[in-house]
């Protein structure tokens, strides 16, 4: 809801900026963010049955930087999660490793639906635990199957359901921290981290998303 600087007190407040994230991170202080959790593009120039399409899907100019910053932003021996299109896995990949992540776990979300098909009929979505440093295992581990339960993608073309973020939140954040999505979207993740009474942060391009992403914020 602000795109000025970031303060110490900025940070310490609940908000959504609307930007790019590759000039906002920058502007966080390092080591400050206690979990990451984001839905980037997938780099496939997805469109919708509606039309709907996300910005920065047709490029991977900003896979590598963004990961570089969120590596700088989150704390040592800290946890990220982030979902990733498989057809790009490899770039992905590069991104995590090139910024200095470990990957210690991978997630599949079975959906109850078809999203797609072409050679297969696409009933899935995945994404990377990621760690900096060698975090603490946590107490209770989650599966690595979680049931995806179809959101209807009313706010967002990629909406994630909130039921499948809670208990990554829950998981490897810590009640006190803060959590922080650069690719906010509707704020899903937000809305997850606001509900488990977590710190958060998000950082959105899209203007529409943006705003939508604000007014559901404040109606939790």
């Known amino acids: 809801m602000t795109s000025a600087p970031l303060t110490f007190e900025t940070i310490n407040s609940n908000t959504i900026i609307h930007g790019d994230c590759l000039r906002v991170m920058p502007q966080i202080s390092a080591g400050s963010v206690d979990f990451i959790l984001t839905d980037p ?107 995806f339960v179809y959101s209807g993608n009313r706010l967002h073309p990629t909406e994630k359901p909130l039921s499948a973020l809670l208990p990554l939140v829950e998981t490897f954040s810590t009640y006190d921290g803060l959590v922080l999505d650069p690719f906010a979207g509707s704020g899903s993740t937000l809305h997850a981290a606001k509900s488990l009474g977590r710190r958060y942060l998000g950082i959105e391009l899209d203007t529409r998303y943006h705003a939508l992403a604000a007014n559901r914020l404040c109606a939790v």
């Open 41 to 147: 593009p997938y780099i496939t120039r997805y469109q919708d049955r509606s039309g709907r399409s996300i910005q920065n899907d047709d490029n991977d100019a900003w896979l590598k930087p963004a990961f570089a910053e969120m590596y700088r932003v989150l704390a040592r021996n800290s946890f990220c999660v982030s979902f990733y299109g498989w057809p790009q896995a490899d770039r992905f990949m590069n991104a995590f490793r090139a910024a200095g992540f470990r990957i210690v776990g991978h997630l599949v979300f079975p959906k109850r639906y078809t999203s797609g098909s072409r050679h297969l009929r696409y009933q899935h979505e995945c994404a990377y635990l990621l760690a900096k440093g060698y975090p603490n295992e946590p107490e209770y581990p989650i599966g690595d199957v979680i049931d």
